[in-house]
C-alpha cells in the first residue's frame, strides 16, 4: 500500500503527531471496547469471559478510519477555529463515532447519564447495540449526526445539502469504498457544479478506501492509481492522497493533506467572495488509503483479519467460549495502552484531549448537526394575494401549480436575503409550471453557460439536476442543518427514492422521542405530473404508489394530500411549508383544473381535511342521502362532480351527497394516525350504511385498507388507477380504470336499492356516451366534445 | 462545437457518406411525420392544416441523435455482419427507433398492417401516440427493444446484462446526457470492471451529448473537454469524439469513430480469447456531441430552437391554427427532400436501404432483443438431493437459504457449460448464506486480485456489486435476452429498486398482451436479512413493504412467496425458476428456522399455496375451531407454532386451526389476482366467522386490503412490523410489534367468544412472561431461555 506524504510545507511536529496518535488510540480502544465489552472497561483486571457481551454485535472494520479522521477533523477545528461538521458515509462504524463524542464531552451533555469517566465508560459499552440501548450505527441518538449510514448512497448528496447557503461551514464527508459504488453516490460527485463559493459553505470528501465490502474487494480500491486519479479529476477536484498502515507515518501525511485541503479551500473561497465567483473551482478532496479493521486481530484461526473483509463487523467471535479468541482480544485492546489513556477514574488523559475543540465547535455538538436550533419560520405571504377568485364553483380553470409557483417566488423573494428556502427538482420545475420561481432567484449552475441559456446562476436557489437521489439527499442535508424546502416531481418517478424517504421517516420518527433534537421543517413532496395526465410519455410515467408506500411509515411522520384544485392547493402548501418533523406529500395537477373553492371555503375545507361539498350534492342535512359520491384528487374530483351533474339531470330527485377527501389520513382510525376522524365523524359524512361511490387518485385499494373498519365500509365502492395506462386523452384514462363520469353513474344506478329498474334508461345512456367516446378516439385522437366544453352548471 | 474527425485511415467514400445522409434523412422525415401528420405523410399536396394530428405528442430533441446512431450501426452490421443489438437510452425519443424499424421492414414483420409502403406510412405516423396506437416511447411494442427510455438509469446496466454470457454480441448503447446525470446510470460505468472478454459480449457505450434536458443544460456537456476525457477514461474507457452540426463532417467522423471502436473490441477480444484475459481491457466508447433537435426548426417564433432545450418535445406546436406554424413544418419536412428518399409507392429508396442489414442481422428483428425465443428451460435437479430430512415437526433447525444455496451450486454447475444462469446481489451473497454457489463458479470480477482474496474469477457468474441499482439492471438486460437468474438482496434494501421494479412489471405486462414477444424467465428475488433479524443494524434495516408495493402493480405478472422453513423454500425456489414472465418476491430467512415439513408435504404445500397444518393444531375436520392461527413468513410461523403449543398446553380443549400461507395472493379474490382462492376455499380454510388470528411478516394492513371481501372479515385481527424496530434480539423484536406467541395467545383469549373469563389466569401467564422478557433482556442482552431452548413438542 502506497504512502503518499503531503506535500505541504511546514504541518505538525513529532510531538503534535504523537498527540494525535494518543487520542486515535483512545478512539480505537472505545470503539472496540463498545463492540465487546459489558464490564471491567478499563481493563483493570485480566479479561474474563463474563466481561464480555453475550451477543457481539457492531462494525469494526470502518472504525479505526473514521477515528482517525475524526482526530485529525479536531485538530484543524481547534487550529482554524473551524465551524464543521461531518457526514459519516460509513455510518455503520458507530462504535468510532459515539467514541469521539464521548472523548470530547458532547455524549455526556447529551445523556449525562453517560459520565466522562469509568462509569460512564462502562455504560457507554454496555448499552452500545445492546438492548434498550443504542443502534449500532450512527444514528439519530448520536450527538453530531445528520445521517444514519445504514443504507449506503446519500453521504455526499447529505453533505452537499448541508454546506448549501452556509458559506461559514466546512461539511467534511467520508465517504467509504463500498458506499461508493451505489447509484445514489456515484451521481453525488456532480454536487460541486452546484456549489456557490460565495453563497455555500465547502465540502470536503474523503475518500476512505479500505479495500472491502461486507466480502469482496471494491471497485475504486481496484483501480490503478492513474485511472482513480482520473476519475476524480474527472469529477472536477483536485485529489489528495493519504495511505500506508503505519500510523505516525499516516498521521503526518493526514495532517499534510487536511492542511492542504483547508489553506485551497481558503483560497478559493476569499478569491470567489473577491470577485464574484465567476470560475468553478476545482475543490480538493483527500484520498485515504487504510487497511479495513487497522490495529486490529491481524490474523484469526490462521486467516488473515486486518485489511480484509473479515475484519468488516467483529473480528473475533465466540470471546466467551474461545479462551484463546479472549486471550487474543484482550492483547489487542491492550495494544492501545489503556492505562496511557485514560487516567485513575477513567477519564481521557490530557494528552488525549491535547486537539479536542471545546463548546459548539465540537463535532458532536455543532448546532448545524442539530438543524431545529438554528430553524427561523419560513415568511409566508398572505394567501389573499395569490388566490384565484371564485365566483362559482367550476366555472373557471387555473393551472394550480402554476398558482402555487407565484407563491413560491414570493417565499423565494422574501429570503433572498436569509438564504434559507431551496426547490429542488429533477429537471421538471418549468415543467411543472412552476417557473414564475424564476423572477425571485436563479437555477443554481457554476459551470459555463451559453447565450442561450435561461435562469442559470451562481446564487441561484433553485436545484436542478436529472437525479432524484440527489435532489432528495441535497434537501435532506439541507432540512437536517435548519433549513426549509420543497421537492417537486413526477409522480410516478418519486418511487425512485422510496428507499431515501424510508430512511428519512425513521430518522423523523426517531427524534420525536429525543427531545434534545429540535425539530426540523417539513420534507415536503410537490407530485405533479401525475398519473392522469401523462399525455406525452405513457404507461412508464403512470404510477400513484408513492403514497401507498408512504403510508406503510410511522404515522406520527407522514402526511398526504390530494387538493383538488388551485386555492386548496395554496391552503396546503402554506400548511405544509409551515409544519416540523413531517413528511407531506402534496399531489397536485399542473393542467388546467376547475376551481371549486374560494380561499376561506379552502381553508375551511383543508382545516377538515374532508368535507361535504353541499352547493354540489342534492341531499339535505335534514335526511341521510341516497348515495354517496366521494373523491381525492384533482382529476377524480372533477369525474364526481360531472357524474353528481350528470345525477342531477337525469336522476333529480335522487339524493347525492359529496364529499371530498383533502388530508387522506382522515379516513382511518383515530387510534392509527393523529388525523384518523373518529368513528361518528366518519359516520357523520359517510353515513353508516348508504352506498359509497369513491373516485380515488390512485390504486383503490389503498382506500379500503384505510377505511375497512368502518360500519360504511360493506357498502364502500372504490374507482381509481388499476394500472391501466398507455399515450392516450386525458378522458380516455379515466375511461380505461372506470373513474369517468359515466361509470360512476353507473355505479350509483348499481348499487342504489332499487335504482337498476328505474334508472335503467339512463343507465343505458352512460354506456352508450362510453361507447360513442371509444369511437370517437380512435377516429379524432381526442376527446369527446361533450366532455371537453363540460363545465359545472349546479 | 468541436468537431474531432476519426484518425482512423480509409473510412468510407463520399458516395457511401452520402447513402447514409440519405438513410439518416428518411429516418428524420419519419421522426418528424409520426409526431405531426395524421394524413398526406409523402408531402404529395402542399400541407393542410387537417392532416395535422390534433394533439402533437412526441419527443422530437433526441431523435435525429438516435437516428445518425441506428445508420451508422447498420452500416458497420452490414460491413462486417455483427450480431447486435442497441439498447437506446433516450428511449423517449420512440420516433427515432420505429422509423428505423419501418424502413428495415422488422416493423411490417412485426405488425404485417403497417406496410412499407406509403398505406403503412400513413398507418406508421397516424398511430404513433394516437389513442389505440402504440406509445410515444420505444417500448416493448417496439421490435428491437429491451430498454422503454421512459424513466432514466438505467440503459448501461441492461446493456451489460445482455452482453453477459453472449460472446458473439455486440451491444451497442446510446446514453443521453440526461440519462447520465442519474445515479443508477453513473454507477452502471463500472461494468466494465465485471465484463469478460472471453465469456462476455462486448458492449460500446455511445454518450450522446446533446447538451440539454427538459429546460436545462446537462452536467456532462457542460465539462470542461479534459474534464470529460479524465472522466471518462476514470470509468475505464478509452474514449472516441465525434462532433459538429455539418452532417456529413459528422458522418465521416461517426463511420470512422465506430471503425476504430469495432477494429478496438476485436482486437481486446482476440488476444483475451488468445491468452485467456488476464488484463482488463480499456474498452472503447463514443462521445457524439450533436445538436437537439437537429435539423428542426432552428428558429420558431424568434426564439431559439435547434440546439436547446425548446426542441425536447414538438418544436413546433398549434400548427393546425397557425399557418406560420404550418408553412415552417412543411419546409422543414420538405428540406429532408422525401421525393428522393421514397418512390411513387412510398416505399423506401433503394438508395436509402443500401447499407441496411438483412434478416435477423436488423436491430429491429436480432433474436436476442426478444429473448424468449433463445430462452432454454433451465436443468433443474431433483430436490430429493438437497431437502432436508424431517422425521417430525419442529424438532431440527436449518438455514433455509443456505440450503438453497446448495441446490443453487447444483444449477450453478449444470449450467457452466451453456452460461445461461447468474445470481446477482449488492455484496451479500455469503451473508445472505449462499455461498455454496462458490464450489461451482466464481464471482464476476475483472480488476486486479490480492493473495487473500477468494472466489473472483474472470469468468464467475455471481455479480457481486454494491448497487442495487446495478444489480437489477444486470439481471433485467440478461433476462430480457434469454437467460436465467435469481437476486438475493437484504429485505430492506430492495426498496432500492421500486422504481426499477415497476418498470419491468409493466414491461412484463405489456408483453404478455404481444404474441410476437416470447415468455422470458422470470425475475426472482430472494429477500432475506429480514426485518425480523436485522440483530447487526437495527432501524434503518427493517422495512418489509416491497412485498406491498409489488402488490399494487399488474397481477397477471406478480408472484409473493413466504416459504416458512428450508424445504418449502426449496419447492418455492424450484417453482420460480421454471417459470415465465413473473416478478417472483421469495421471503425467506437466513437464520437457523425449525424445520416444518417434509420435501414432499413441502410440496404439496406450495401447490396449494396456503393450507391446514392439522398437526399443528387440535381441531378436527367435524367441526369449525374456536379459532383459526393463521401465518405467514418464517418468523411469523415460529411464534404461531409455539402459541398453539401454549394453548394445547395450558387450553387442552380450546380447538385451534392453524393454516399457514406460503402464496399470498391466495388470499385475494379469485377476480383479482390469478392466484386468489374462490370464497369457498377460503371459507373452507379461514371459516366464515371465527376469530382470526393472523400473524404476518410485514405490514399487517397489508392482509386485510387482500382480505377485505371475504366473509370472515370482520374477525380478521392481524399483527406484523409496525415500525418499531432498533439494534435488539430476535424474540424482542416480536414482542415490540406484539407478534410474539403470549400476545398471540392473549390476541386468542381476547376474541374467542366466553374465554376471557376462563382464561384469565392463562392470559396473566402470558402478560407476566412479557414483562420477564423486557427484565430479562434489559439484564442479560440475550432472549429468555424459555424462547431459545423451545421446540415443538406437538
Known amino acids: 500500500m502506497s504512502v503518499t506524504p503531503s506535500s505541504a510545507p511546514g504541518g505538525p511536529s513529532d510531538e503534535e503527531i504523537r498527540a494525535l496518535d494518543t487520542h486515535w488510540r483512545a478512539a480505537n480502544y472505545l470503539a472496540a471496547g463498545q463492540i465487546y465489552l459489558m464490564a471491567n472497561p478499563l481493563l483493570r483486571e485480566p479479561l474474563r469471559p463474563e466481561h464480555i457481551k453475550p451477543r457481539l454485535l457492531g462494525h469494526w472494520g470502518t472504525s479505526p478510519g473514521l477515528n482517525l479522521v475524526h482526530t485529525h477533523l479536531n485538530r484543524v477545528i481547534s487550529a482554524r477555529d473551524l465551524d464543521a461538521v461531518c457526514v459519516w458515509g460509513p455510518g455503520h462504524g458507530g462504535p468510532a463515532v459515539l467514541a469521539n463524542s464521548w472523548l470530547d464531552g458532547s455524549y455526556t451533555d447529551t445523556y449525562p447519564d453517560v459520565t466522562r469517566d469509568e462509569a460512564g465508560m462502562a455504560r457507554l459499552f454496555r448499552r452500545f447495540s445492546f438492548p434498550g440501548g443504542v443502534p449500532s450505527h450512527v444514528a439519530p441518538e448520536t450527538p453530531g449526526s445528520i445521517h444514519e449510514g445504514g443504507e449506503l448512497g446519500y453521504a455526499l448528496s447529505h453533505a452537499y445539502g448541508a454546506a448549501f447557503d452556509n458559506p461559514g461551514l466546512l461539511v467534511a464527508c467520508v465517504i467509504g469504498d463500498g458506499e461508493a459504488e451505489t447509484g445514489p453516490l456515484a451521481a453525488s460527485w456532480h454536487g460541486n457544479k452546484f456549489l456557490d463559493p460565495v453563497h455555500d459553505g465547502a465540502v470536503l470528501p474523503i475518500l476512505h478506501l479500505n479495500g472491502y465490502k461486507i466480502a469482496n474487494p471494491t471497485v475504486l480500491a481496484r483501480l490503478p492509481e492513474g485511472e482513480l ?67 486490529g486481530p491481524a490474523e484469526v484461526d490462521g486467516l488473515p483479519v486486518e485489511g480484509t473483509w473479515r475484519a468488516h463487523q467483529v473480528p473475533l467471535d465466540q470471546v466467551r467460549d474461545n479462551p484463546s479468541h479472549l486471550r487474543q482480544l484482550e492483547d489487542w485492546l491492550r495494544s492501545y495502552r489503556p492505562e496511557e489513556l485514560f487516567d485513575d477514574h477513567g477519564r481521557p488523559a490530557a494528552r488525549v484531549l491535547d486537539r479536542v475543540p471545546e463548546g459548539t465547535r465540537r463535532l458532536g455538538a455543532n448546532p448545524h448537526a442539530n438543524g431545529g436550533l438554528l430553524l427561523r419560520d419560513l415568511p409566508m405571504p398572505p394567501l389573499e394575494r395569490y388566490a384565484v377568485p371564485v365566483d362559482k364553483p367550476g366555472a373557471t380553470l387555473h393551472e394550480p401549480t402554476r398558482v402555487l409557483g407565484d407563491l413560491l417566488a414570493r417565499v423565494m423573494a422574501d429570503t433572498a436575503e436569509r438564504r434559507d428556502f431551496r426547490l429542488v427538482g429533477p429537471d421538471e420545475t418549468a415543467s411543472n409550471r412552476l417557473q414564475a420561481v424564476y423572477t425571485a432567484t436563479g437555477k443554481a449552475w457554476q459551470a459555463d453557460t451559453l447565450p442561450v441559456d435561461e435562469h442559470l446562476a451562481h446564487d441561484g436557489r433553485v436545484m436542478e439536476i436529472l437525479s432524484e437521489h440527489t435532489c432528495q439527499g441535497w434537501l435532506e442535508g439541507y432540512l437536517l442543518t435548519g433549513r426549509h424546502g420543497l421537492f417537486s416531481c413526477y409522480e410516478a418517478f418519486v418511487h425512485i427514492v422510496d428507499s431515501m424517504v424510508n430512511q428519512h421517516i425513521k430518522w423523523l420518527r426517531t427524534t420525536r422521542a429525543l427531545p434534545w433534537r429540535a425539530p426540523i421543517a417539513s420534507l415536503n413532496y410537490l407530485l405533479t405530473s401525475h398519473v392522469w395526465r401523462q399525455d ?70 383543508c382545516a377538515r381535511g374532508a368535507g361535504i361539498w353541499e352547493w354540489a350534492g342534492t341531499d339535505d342535512s335534514s335526511r341521510e342521502p341516497d348515495v354517496v359520491l366521494a373523491c381525492a384528487g384533482d382529476v377524480p374530483t372533477q369525474e364526481v362532480l360531472a357524474a353528481a351533474d350528470l345525477l342531477r339531470r337525469h336522476l333529480p330527485d335522487l339524493r347525492v351527497r359529496v364529499v371530498n377527501v383533502v388530508d387522506l389520513a382522515r379516513l382511518m382510525p383515530a387510534e392509527e394516525h393523529p388525523h384518523g376522524m373518529p368513528d361518528a365523524e366518519f359516520d357523520a359524512l359517510f353515513t353508516h350504511d348508504r352506498p359509497v361511490i369513491f373516485a380515488y387518485h390512485g390504486y383503490p385499494w389503498l382506500i379500503h385498507r384505510l377505511a375497512y373498519r368502518r360500519a ?51 343507465r343505458q345512456e352512460m354506456a352508450d356516451r362510453r361507447t360513442r367516446h371509444h369511437d370517437w378516439i380512435r377516429e379524432h385522437g381526442t376527446d369527446l366534445p361533450e366532455v371537453t366544453d363540460w363545465t359545472w352548471q349546479g
Chains 1, 2 share one sequence.
Not at 725 to 737: A, I, K, L, S
Open 229 to 295: 486519479d482520473a476519475l476524480l479529476r474527472g469529477y472536477g477536484h483536485d485529489p489528495l492522497y493519504v495511505g500506508g498502515n503505519d500510523p505516525l507515518t499516516v498521521h503526518h501525511a493526514m495532517a499534510g493533506a487536511m492542511d492542504t485541503a483547508l489553506d485551497r479551500i481558503t483560497a478559493i473561497q476569499q478569491e470567489a467572495r473577491a470577485d464574484g465567483g465567476t470560475r468553478r473551482p476545482h475543490w480538493p478532496l483527500i484520498v485515504l488509503r487504510t487497511p479495513k479493521g487497522w490495529t
Open 536 to 605: 406525452h410519455n405513457g404507461f412508464s410515467h403512470q404510477d400513484p404508489g408513492f403514497v401507498d408506500h408512504v403510508l406503510n411509515k410511522s404515522p406520527e411522520a407522514v402526511r398526504v394530500y390530494f387538493p383538488p384544485d388551485a386555492n386548496t392547493l395554496l391552503a396546503t402548501a402554506d400548511h405544509v411549508l409551515r409544519s416540523r418533523d413531517y413528511v407531506n406529500v402534496v399531489v397536485a395537477g399542473k393542467q388546467p383544473c376547475f376551481d371549486w373553492l374560494t380561499l376561506d371555503q379552502a381553508r375551511a375545507h
Open 712 to 762: 360504511v365500509h360493506p357498502q364502500l365502492h372504490v374507482r381509481g388507477y388499476k394500472e391501466s395506462g398507455t399515450t392516450t386523452t386525458p378522458f380516455d384514462m379515466v375511461v380505461r380504470n372506470d373513474v369517468d363520469r359515466y361509470r360512476l353513474v353507473m355505479d350509483v344506478i348499481d348499487r342504489v336499492p332499487g335504482l337498476a329498474v328505474r334508472a335503467a334508461a339512463v
